[in-house]
């Protein structure tokens, strides 16, 4: 994964949902693949990369509830490095790569001590109306 390359996708809106392909990094901890999304900080675990997958979509899942319920999820995405602008309209900006490795230290670590593929994820975003 060359350094410059960013996180962002091509975005798509409609009934309340933002589709983005995000980067989904998969590595080996120990006796455990992880299933790791730098641009929200998430993972999830598994003894196979398919549930690592299906893990880090229940944790996915669980954190949209959660930020949504809490009107939380722009606060949030923005302490993950994502631009989000007033015009809440706009779509938002998942970081760069060079900005994660800047000031995500689990994905400076990640990056600079495991062997991990890139795998692209479609995750549907809640709008942020």
Known sequence: MSKKQTMSGQWISGRNRIKCDLALIIFKDE???IAYCPALDLSGYG???EEAKKSFEITLSEY???TVNKRTLAEDLKKNG???RKNLKKKPEPPTLANL???NEDFS???NT???QKRSATI???ELV
């Open 124 to 126: 549907d975003i809640p």
């Open 114 to 116: 495991y062997d991990f």
């Open 31 to 33: 006796n455990n693949i």
């Open 101 to 103: 490795l800047q000031k």
């Open 109 to 111: 670590r990640i990056f």
């Open 47 to 49: 003894s196979s990369e």
């Open 82 to 84: 994502w631009t989000i």
């Open 64 to 66: 949209f509830r959660y």
